[in-house]
Structure formats: C-alpha cells, structure tokens
C-alpha cells in the first residue's frame, strides 16, 4: 500500500497558509522573536515553543536578506513543499 501526506498552516512570517512536508520544510520556534529580544536584553530565553513552518516565497525574501547581511542563505530540504511519500511516522 503506497500513499502519500503533507501538512497544510500559516506561515511564520506572512501569515498565508500552504501546504508542504511536515519533516522537510524550513520552520522557525514560535516565540523566536521573544527569545531574541531577551538575548538581547541580556536575559535568560526561556525555551523554544513548537516550530512553525516558512511558506518558500518568505523564504526567498529572508534569504535575499541573509545575503545582504553577509550569510549564507538558507536552503531547503528536497521535498519541502512537495506532498512526502508513504504514510506519516
């Protein structure tokens, strides 16, 4: 028996719901935005809540800004935003 699955939520960033493979796709803890603000402010971060997923067209946009920066860009995991194959773990 062959299959196949994908997730469907918000981006991170633009809010804009899309589908792609829940164990490849580029994601960032949802309270990362407070942890840094408190690294900054010299603070302990407490920890990282669950990961939301990045939809690919803010992906280009935030590494367009990585390179600006001086970083390399982010590259996703084959498959990202395609259906996974099989049944989900």
């Keep these: 028996?062959?299959?196949?699955?994908?997730?469907a939520a918000p981006c991170a960033f633009c809010n804009i719901v899309f589908g792609f493979n829940p164990e490849r796709v580029p994601?960032?803890?949802?309270n990362a935005w407070r942890i840094a603000e408190i690294i900054t402010e010299g603070g302990e971060p407490p920890e990282p809540l669950p990961n939301v997923p990045i939809c690919f067209d803010c992906l280009v946009k935030i590494n367009r800004l990585?390179?600006?920066?001086?970083?390399d860009p982010i590259t996703p995991l084959e498959g990202a935003y395609?259906?996974?194959?099989?049944?989900?773990?």
């Design 1 to 7: 028996m062959t299959g196949a699955y994908f997730a």
């Design 27 to 30: 994601s960032i803890p949802l």
């Design 66 to 71: 990585r390179m600006e920066e001086g970083f």
């Design 82 to 89: 395609e259906p996974a194959e099989g049944f989900p773990p």
